[in-house]
Every structure is written in structure tokens, then in C-alpha cells.
């Protein structure tokens, strides 16, 4: 499957939703999901029962999804809830039994991406998670690896120094200036940059009149607006909704086109951003 799909359908605080919910998401035309093995906040298990039923019944093959899903340190988890790991063990331990778990909820033999949730507690640690996805790379067991909710370039660095980071999954929105720095280090470098709270967290710029006006004008939704801003930016966006329509226009967003007589209403909208 394709490294850098456009859009990726978000699975976080779906609970017992999300089996129907992927697969609605596939049906409207999705063919990449992102998950956890965390059952604070993701039912891992039930995307993969959702992957099977979309193979079985609607044919759709593994070979043509994009399947993410992410290591999740213990401060992450939920301890009132089954862990993939037991916490005494070691960071490397710890990712290969969340790894295996992963593989087995997901009826894979294989992921397109593999992340860190987070940093670990300290820098040294964090490499050393990095070291062991890298050896799963290495098997052939993952294919792209990456780190979410990464807000200090510096970290990033110093996990190049060990190999390249392919993907970084954070919040882009207007609640943290859009994540400017990551954003341009990611831009610089060749890391595909995922975002995820992008159209939650962004009320303000989603009715400023810029937006509404653009929209207006080519006949969208003020979400598809930056969901197409986004992806002109090199912005992967991770769309959670529930809604069929939502997923629909989220997926039609990539064939909005910004024509010469609206460049200016595009441009606006940017400097709103970037200032």
C-alpha cells in the first residue's frame, strides 16, 4: 500500500462503534486506518474485525489498505484495563509483545506503519524504543516507522542520528500555532507529517470569514477547505468522523481544486496560519 495515502480514517473513541464504523469508513471509499494498541482510547481488536469482514465480504485485500497502528508507553495505558505487556519488562520487551499483539488484533502478518505514541519518559529510553522498532523494520515485520505526539525537533534529531523517522502523527490546529516548527523540520526533511484534532481544535479559523468565503465560492465545507489546505501543505489529515456524509465530503476534499480566481481567498487563509 502507498507510504503517504492522502487521507487516513482515525479510530481513537470509537469503543464498541468501531468495527461499523471502519467499515462504513471503507465502503465511502477510505483504504487507510490508523489505530492503538490501547484500549484506553482505541479497540484495535475490532478494526481488525472490521479489516476481515471488509476482505471476506467486500474484497477488499490487505494488500490494498494502509494499516497504522502505534506502541503506547505504559503512562498511556489505562492500568484498570488489559495491557499488551507487563510494565516490569524491558522497553524492547514491551514493544515486541505490544507488537505481537497488535499483529494478531490486526489479522496481519505485516503493518505499512509502526509508531511511538509518544516519547518515553526520557531521551535515552526513547531511543532505545526507536532501536527496537527499527529491528522490526529490519524483519520486514513493519514497514514505515514513525513517532506521534513529538512537539521537540531535537528529538526527532537525535532519533535520525539513528535512522530516518518516516512519519510524525501530531496535533495540527490552531491551539498549538499549528505545530510550526515540527511542521518545517518534517518539510525539510522528507517525514510525512500526520495530524490528527486538526478540524476540532480548529473553530476559529474554520469560521473565519476567509475560510466561509472560499468555501462559498467552490461550493464545499469549511472542513474540506482545510482538509485541502492541509494536504497542498504536505499535511496528512486523520478524519474520525461518524457521519457517512462527513467521510464522503473528508474524501472528496482531495479533488477540490483552488482555480486562479480564488487563489487570493487560499492565500489569506494561509497567512492566517503561518503569521
Avoid at 511542521?183 to 473565519?208: D, R, V
Wanted: glycine content about 4%; proline content about 4%.
Amino acid at each position: 500500500m502507498n507510504l503517504a495515502p492522502k487521507l487516513i480514517y482515525g479510530t481513537a473513541w470509537k469503543g464498541e462503534r468501531t468495527a461499523h464504523l471502519v467499515i462504513s469508513a471503507f465502503l465511502q471509499g477510505f483504504r487507510a486506518v490508523d489505530t492503538a494498541c490501547q484500549l484506553k482510547h482505541y479497540r484495535e481488536d475490532l478494526v481488525g474485525e472490521a479489516l476481515e469482514i471488509l476482505q471476506d465480504k467486500h474484497s477488499i485485500k490487505r494488500e490494498d489498505v494502509y494499516i497504522q497502528t502505534k506502541f503506547t508507553p505504559f503512562p498511556g495505558q489505562d492500568p484498570t484495563k488489559p495491557l499488551p505487556y507487563n510494565p516490569r519488562d524491558s522497553i524492547p520487551a514491551q514493544i515486541k509483545s505490544s507488537l505481537a499483539k497488535s499483529l494478531a488484533s490486526l489479522h496481519t502478518s505485516y503493518l505499512d506503519a509502526y509508531l511511538l505514541h509518544s516519547p518515553l519518559r526520557t531521551l535515552p529510553l526513547t531511543i532505545e524504543a526507536w532501536r527496537t522498532l527499527m529491528a522490526a523494520q529490519d524483519e520486514g515485520t513493519v514497514r514505515a516507522i514513525g513517532i506521534s505526539n513529538v512537539y521537540d525537533v531535537g528529538v526527532l534529531k537525535a532519533l535520525e542520528k539513528e535512522r530516518k523517522v518516516q512519519i510524525v502523527q501530531n496535533r495540527w490546529y490552531e491551539g498549538n500555532a499549528w505545530d510550526k516548527e515540527v511542521w518545517a523540520y518534517c518539510k525539510a526533511n522528507g517525514i510525512i507529517y500526520q495530524s490528527f484534532w486538526t478540524l476540532t481544535g480548529s473553530p476559529a479559523l474554520l469560521t473565519h470569514s476567509h475560510t466561509t468565503s472560499l468555501a462559498d465560492k467552490l461550493d464545499v465545507t469549511a472542513a474540506q477547505v482545510l482538509f485541502k489546505l492541509a494536504q497542498l501543505n504536505n499535511v496528512i489529515p486523520l478524519s474520525g468522523t461518524t457521519s457517512e456524509l462527513h467521510m464522503q465530503q473528508d474524501l472528496a476534499a482531495e479533488r477540490i481544486v483552488f482555480k486562479e480566481e480564488v487563489l487570493d481567498d487560499y492565500k489569506r487563509i494561509i497567512d492566517l496560519i503561518w503569521k
